[in-house]
């Protein structure tokens, strides 16, 4: 055996090259996105501020609560603990220096940190919008590829479902569905958070206007791929329709679903409030309404940082896997 045949072949310097590129730009685009991120949280952090100084009132007096009286000695402590008494640009750095230590302060009614509060109450809402959420993408995913390409008034009939459930409210499906499986068929437990069946209501009733939304931007995704050319030449190739669809077709309409369902689960927040409150369930909604008929300012702050939190971090997992879908873009 000569020396030649037993070395290992070279790496292609070509190839290795374009692999460094690549990596390269993908360096650059997560640091893109996690600066872009950090300046949109800087953004919801200044707003947040800038609306705690212009709400007209006292908020010693919110704290106290109304019809609670105190002397101007006593007003003037709370102020200094606070530090209400300092100017408003150094109020401002001192609010932002405690939001890096993740200190959210104390809530005004509750007299407990913020931060403790939310933390108590996210782990039922994130149960509750992952079960939705996933309830959302398979029940868009089954009617999107059953009607894709199909009769026109299989097409007609599963759009005009989804058109319902899009414009239809959260709370008034929440009622509906209550009305139906717990008062009539009693299957689901009106309220509660107590095992499986009690989330069931609540993660469809959050789920079916996701669904409907997602199905028809997938269908129409799937069509447009299934009369591209590389779907008709899998089919010349003998591929069947199921194949078709599953291997090849749904990668190219996925880009579109993505953006949306990252979108919709960023609001899937802001439909836990009513959904929550529909079926007595604890949680981020219950303790915004909370919050927000309270005046606790700054529980209510700490909950705008969280839904921006959750926007930033759910946009920049969705662009990071953009980059892993559609392979043209590590490219570009």
Excluded: C
């Excluded at 390269?24 to 609306?51: H, P, W, Y």
């Excluded at 996701?210 to 129409?220: C, D, K, N, S, T």
């Excluded at 529909?278 to 309404?289: K, N, S, Y």
């Amino acid at each position: 055996m000569s020396t030649d045949s037993a070395r290992p072949a070279a790496a292609d310097p070509v190839a290795t090259a374009a692999r460094a590129a690549t990596a390269a730009r993908l360096v650059r685009a997560a640091v893109r996105r996690l600066l872009g991120a950090l300046a949109v949280l800087l953004g919801a952090a200044t707003v947040a501020f800038a609306a705690l100084q212009l709400i007209p009132g006292d908020p010693v007096t919110v704290m106290l609560g109304p019809g609670t009286a105190a002397t101007p000695e006593v007003k003037a402590a709370i102020q200094q603990q606070y530090g209400l008494d300092q100017p408003v640009p150094v109020q401002y750095l001192t609010y932002l220096g405690h939001l890096l230590t993740g200190d959210l302060g104390e809530s005004y009614q509750l007299q407990r940190p913020v931060v403790d509060l939310i933390a108590d109450q996210l782990g039922p809402t994130v149960e509750l919008g992952l079960t939705a959420l996933g309830l959302a993408v398979l029940l868009a995913l089954g009617a999107a590829v059953a009607t894709a390409g199909r009769r026109p008034a299989l097409r007609a009939l599963s759009s005009f479902a989804e058109l319902l459930a899009v414009s239809s409210p959260s709370y008034w499906i929440g009622i509906l569905l209550l009305t139906a499986f717990s008062f009539q068929l009693r299957i689901f437990p009106v309220a509660g958070d107590d095992g499986f069946a009690a989330l069931v209501l609540p993660a469809v009733t959050l789920a079916l206007p996701v669904a409907g939304m997602l199905a028809q931007v997938l269908r129409e995704g799937l069509e447009a791929a299934l009369g591209r050319p590389f779907a008709l030449t899998a089919r010349a190739r003998g591929l069947g329709s199921a194949a078709v669809v599953w291997r090849h077709a749904l990668r190219h309409a996925a880009v579109p679903v993505v953006t949306l369902t990252g979108w919709l689960t960023g609001s899937l927040l802001g439909g836990a409030v009513l959904v929550e409150s529909v079926f007595g369930r604890p949680g981020i909604g219950a303790l915004t309404l909370q919050a927000t008929t309270n005046k606790d300012l700054p529980l209510v702050v700490g909950l705008v940082l969280l839904s921006a939190l959750v926007f930033v971090v759910i946009s920049t997992l969705l662009d990071l896997l953009y980059l892993v879908i559609d392979p043209r873009l590590r490219t570009g």
